[in-house]
């Protein structure tokens, strides 16, 4: 089977989201187009961090598919996410999901897991010991998460999922986990995952 040539990044956001980074890595048009206010760092940031991933100096105002994913022509798929001080971002051939969370305490995590989650999942997460109920909910939600961007869809279809428990992927895609900086990254796209496949550019 072969191995598609996926490709990773995470970065602490404010390493990124100045001007000089800005200047150097996006085109002025599309540095016209970020948000004000507190989104503006985290939306730069997703962006240069593409750009540094991909060598591709000046990168060119993005399109948006039809729920707000955004893409280039000419450029490879890609996906980007964020969460807290870090960001991430996937580049695969294919659509492709990437989902980042860091990890931390969630008030009331398994009334949204029965919310979310298909009845065998939260099943499975109510029978582990009490200390891994938290760690397994990050990793069912950011699967979930993963597998919905790459879909083209958003979070509020997470509960229209039925993921297995085995792969957390649904037939045909393929998902990887792991964790940089305390931060857990769920990966998803339609060819399998190099075995120890990690970020090859991490900005801390």
């Known amino acids: 089977m072969a191995v598609a ?5 995470f970065a602490d ?3 990124l989201a100045d001007d000089a980074h800005v200047r150097r890595w996006l085109s002025p048009e599309l540095a016209a187009a970020a948000p004000p206010g507190r989104r503006r760092p985290v939306w730069l940031a997703g962006r240069i961090l593409l750009a540094m991933l991909l060598g ?5 105002t993005l399109e948006r598919g039809p729920n707000g994913k955004p893409f280039h022509p000419q450029l490879a798929n890609f996906n980007i996410s964020n969460s807290a001080t870090g960001v991430a971002v996937l580049v695969g051939e294919g659509e492709v999901g990437c989902d980042i969370e860091l990890l931390r305490p969630r008030p ?3 009334s949204v897991a029965r919310h979310s989650f298909s009845g065998g999942l939260v099943d499975w997460l109510e029978r582990l010991p009490l200390q891994e109920q938290l760690p ?3 990793r069912l939600w950011t699967a979930h998460e993963a597998v919905l961007k790459q879909q083209g869809g958003t979070v509020w279809q997470i509960s229209s999922l039925d993921l297995p428990l085995e792969t957390l992927s649904p037939a045909g895609l393929h998902l990887s986990h792991f964790t940089v900086s305390n931060t857990l990254i769920a990966c998803c796209g339609r060819e399998p995952f190099a075995a ?6 991490i900005l801390l």
């Not at 040539?5 to 990044?9: E, G, S, T, V, W």
């Not at 591709?56 to 060119?60: F, N, Q, R, S």
Request: hydrophobic letters at 55%.
């Open 56 to 60: 591709w100096e000046a990168l060119p």
């Open 13 to 15: 956001i404010a390493r």
């Open 196 to 201: 120890g496949f990690t970020p090859e550019l």
């Open 136 to 138: 397994a909910f990050w």
């Open 5 to 9: 040539p996926y490709r990773l990044a």
């Open 108 to 110: 009331r995590f398994m």
